[in-house]
């Protein structure tokens, strides 16, 4: 059962679990179907399925909604998720516009959807510039 937890936060705002996983589909769909992204796919396992459900829940609770991410994976941050992965400017980058393009064509409301582009670009490209 889901904890009680503040109402109207950004999860709320942006339309809960749909929006989500409306987001985080386009999100992934980019990935698998635009060339931009292939440096970014390729980093990636042949099914992206798995990736689809953590990345959804990973951000439903960043946006402040349920904490089911962190309760499944204990222990789990940004830094270790990505210990083992390469990631490079043009990496970092193309994850951070194919999250904006996937925010621009979902049905968030375009300002609030534009402040989540501008933090998830920023935490990608800073991730991505630790190297
Ligand atoms: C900086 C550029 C980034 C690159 C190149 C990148 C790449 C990857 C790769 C290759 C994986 C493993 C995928 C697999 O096993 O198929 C992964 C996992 C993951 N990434 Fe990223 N990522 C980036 C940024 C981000 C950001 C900004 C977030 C969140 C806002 C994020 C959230 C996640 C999550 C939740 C997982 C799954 C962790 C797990 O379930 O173990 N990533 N990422």
Redesign the pocket.
């Known amino acids: 059962m889901e904890q009680s937890r503040p109402a109207n936060t950004p999860y709320d705002l942006v339309g809960g679990m749909p929006a989500v996983r409306q987001i985080v589909d386009r999100f992934y769909d980019l990935l698998e179907q635009n060339p931009d992204y292939a440096a970014?796919r390729a980093?990636?396992?042949l099914d992206?399925a798995?990736?689809r459900g953590?990345?959804s829940g990973?951000?439903a609770a960043?946006l402040g909604g349920p904490r089911d991410?962190f309760s499944e994976?204990p222990g789990?941050c940004?830094m270790s998720?990505?210990r083992n992965?390469t990631?490079s400017a043009e990496?970092?980058s193309q994850?951070a516009k194919a999250m904006a393009c996937a925010i621009a064509d979902s049905t968030i409301e375009p300002e609030l959807g534009a402040k989540m582009s501008g933090a998830?670009g920023d935490?990608?490209?800073s991730?991505?510039g630790r190297t």
């Open positions: 970014l980093l990636h396992a992206l798995p990736m953590s990345l990973f951000l960043w991410w994976n789990k940004m998720a990505h992965v990631m990496t970092g994850w998830l935490l990608a490209r991730m991505a």
